[in-house]
């Protein structure tokens, strides 16, 4: 299954809404997580089933979709958030990953 | 809380192998199936492999299928991936990481991941 994600980077402002799209090359149905990724660290599970958020994440962050597009939006960015989000399908026996979004500061 | 420690990286030629290691704490090991992911210098994230909480199934990406074999010893509480006729592109930091669901067929991705160990591929 091929994933891609869009923008692959952008520039925003503390406060901006912030969206991210992904899209599968194939129905997956719910089956979509999303990780941040800041550099030198591991990846941080955001978001399971493409809409539930892991314990201990912000409420800003929040995740939509199914089928074959889907969203992560940060309602109001925070300096922590600047990283690069990773969208992933489990939904085939091969997961795959979406080839990243760099949120950069503007 | 689940915690992850990876070893057994270093630099190695091309063709030859590495074996590395995932120690887990914290959890009850055997009830949940284990991954391995890799990120080159620079570039995104890769799923490597996956191995049931048993044991009893295994997957591999194409791009690692018949050179690495992944492996678990629930008494030890310890994943490991064999990785044999390395190659550069093989060059990475490979993470181990928990999924979030029990079960032969987990969905709902990874939730605990080690700090990564590297590995270079270099003549």
């Known amino acids: 299954i091929q994933m891609t994600q869009s923008p692959s980077s952008l520039s925003a402002s503390v406060g901006d809404r912030v969206t991210i799209t992904c899209r599968t090359s194939?129905?997956?149905?719910?089956?979509l997580n999303w990780y941040q990724q800041t550099p030198g660290k591991a990846p941080r599970a955001l978001i399971y089933?493409?809409?539930t958020l892991h314990g201990g994440v912000p409420s800003r962050f929040s995740g939509s979709g199914s089928g074959t597009e889907f969203t992560l939006t940060i309602s109001s960015l925070q300096p922590e958030d600047f990283a690069t989000y990773y969208c992933?399908?489990?939904?085939?026996?091969?997961?795959?990953f979406g080839q990243g979004t760099k949120v950069e500061i503007k | 809380e689940a915690v992850l420690v990876e070893s057994g990286g270093g630099v190695v030629q091309p063709g030859g192998s590495l074996r590395l290691s995932c120690a887990v704490s914290?959890?009850?090991?055997?009830?949940?199936?284990m991954s391995w992911v890799r990120q080159a210098p620079g570039k995104g994230l890769e799923w490597v492999s996956r191995?049931?909480?048993?044991?009893?199934?295994?997957h591999y990406s194409d791009s690692v299928k018949g050179r690495f074999t992944i492996s678990r010893d629930n008494s030890r509480n310890a994943v490991y991936l064999q990785m044999d006729g390395l190659r550069g592109e093989d060059s990475a930091v490979y993470y181990c990481?928990?999924?979030?669901?029990?079960?032969?067929?987990?969905?709902?991705?990874?939730?605990?991941w080690g700090h990564g160990t590297t590995v270079t591929v270099s003549s």
């Open positions: 992933q399908q489990t939904y085939s026996t091969l997961w795959t």
């Open positions: 914290g959890v009850t090991f055997s009830a949940y199936a």
């Open positions: 089933a493409a809409s």
């Open positions: 194939q129905n997956i149905y719910s089956n």
């Open positions: 191995i049931s909480g048993t044991a009893e199934s295994t």
């Open positions: 990481a928990k999924t979030v669901d029990s079960g032969d067929y987990p969905r709902y991705g990874l939730d605990v």
